[in-house]
């Protein structure tokens, strides 16, 4: 038996649930982790409340990123060993001591990279990969706005798109997380809570706009992103941290300079392992060569993943949170 949180009701952070758990022997091409560090993310939320569906039913072990040592391969699995220092991105399972998962969606951790710090950037580390390079690939010079820039998949933006040449412009909701994100390669702070974004990004790019709006909040951004958009203008909507965004007339799109508009995801952009295993050099490399550094400014117990969620929820946290066993 191993520990791990799992949701048997969907609801608020109340319903996880610390217990212990049977994990058996990896199955073919699966491989058996001992983990070290699971990430904690908005994702999680989303499959805790139900807005997303459990892919294995309820009851699940929550969470979809981790870090761990292979302690034991399945038939089929030539690419990984035990002993091997892993990290992934995939549905459910990864707030526990030890868990099965698909060999496959695994990739091995660089030397000098810990398994805290690859739990932390799995997920926000590589959708901020395919967000700058892949969704818009972001140009030397291109004006980019990131809403909630000083969390976990915003501090990465800011410090990767600093470093592509862009010009970052970053919202955030308080002068603490506005000093964050200044120091993680925003140019530009503009605190949404009091001002008017769109009005103050028409300022700040003296008319100018921006190629491309990076939005991980959703409903209370929208449609007002829309208006920081130069004419042919990319609005990637990737998350939705106050709530959804409400069908709308794709003419609004047109009317505003013939936007484009799409709601990625990781999973598409990593779907085939090629795909994955470039998604993830290009990240590791980032990071090795010092150009983005991932902060893990909140650790957690693995039995106080409520705690958690209550202050990611409560937009109490910046950069990374982790949970460890």
């Given at each position: 038996m191993t520990a791990a949180v799992r949701v048997h009701k969907h609801g608020g952070p109340e319903v996880l649930t610390y217990e212990q758990v049977e994990v058996g022997a990896p199955g073919q091409g699966q491989i058996k982790l001992k983990q070290h560090a699971a990430g904690v993310n908005?994702?999680?939320?989303?499959?805790?409340?139900?807005?997303?569906?459990?892919?294995?039913?309820?009851?699940?072990?929550?969470?979809?990123?981790?870090?761990?040592?292979?302690?034991?391969?399945?038939?089929?699995?030539?690419?990984?060993?035990?002993?091997?220092r892993v990290a992934y991105v995939t549905a459910l399972g990864a707030y526990a001591e030890e868990r099965l998962m698909p060999a496959e969606r695994a990739v091995k951790v660089p030397d000098g990279i810990t398994y805290e710090q690859a739990a932390a950037m799995m997920l926000k580390g590589m959708t901020a990969e395919y967000l700058l390079r892949r969704t818009y690939k972001v140009q030397k010079g291109d004006n980019i706005l990131v809403h909630a820039a000083a969390g976990g998949v915003g501090l990465i933006l800011c410090q990767?798109?600093?470093?592509?040449?862009?010009?970052?412009?970053?919202?955030?909701?308080?002068?603490?997380?506005?000093?964050?994100?200044?120091?993680?390669?925003?140019?530009?702070?503009?605190?949404?809570?009091k001002e008017d974004f769109a009005a103050r990004v028409k300022e700040i790019t003296k008319g100018e706009l921006c190629a491309v709006v990076y939005d991980g909040i959703g409903k209370t951004t929208f449609p007002a992103s829309l208006d920081c958009?130069?004419?042919?203008?990319?609005?990637?909507?990737?998350?939705?941290?106050?709530?959804?965004?409400?069908?709308?007339?794709?003419?609004?799109?047109?009317?505003?300079g013939s936007l484009f508009a799409t709601r990625p995801t990781l999973n598409t952009y990593a779907a085939k392992r090629a795909d994955l295993l470039d998604i993830a050099k290009n990240l590791f490399d980032v990071v090795g060569s010092g150009k983005v550094k991932i902060p893990v400014n909140q650790k957690y117990k693995l039995k106080d993943a409520v705690k958690a969620h209550q202050d990611l929820e409560g937009r109490n946290t910046t950069g990374s949170t982790i949970l460890v066993p």
């Open positions: 908005y994702i999680d939320t989303y499959f805790r409340m139900g807005m997303y569906p459990s892919p294995v039913g309820l009851p699940f072990v929550s969470g979809n990123e981790g870090a761990g040592e292979v302690i034991a391969v399945g038939p089929g699995v030539t690419d990984l060993k035990v002993g091997d990767w798109g600093k470093a592509l040449g862009a010009n970052v412009i970053g919202t955030v909701g308080s002068e603490d997380k506005g000093k964050l994100a200044m120091a993680n390669g925003c140019d530009h702070i503009i605190y949404y809570r958009l130069r004419p042919l203008g990319m609005f990637a909507s990737f998350g939705s941290a106050s709530g959804q965004i409400d069908a709308f007339n794709i003419n609004i799109l047109q009317t505003k």
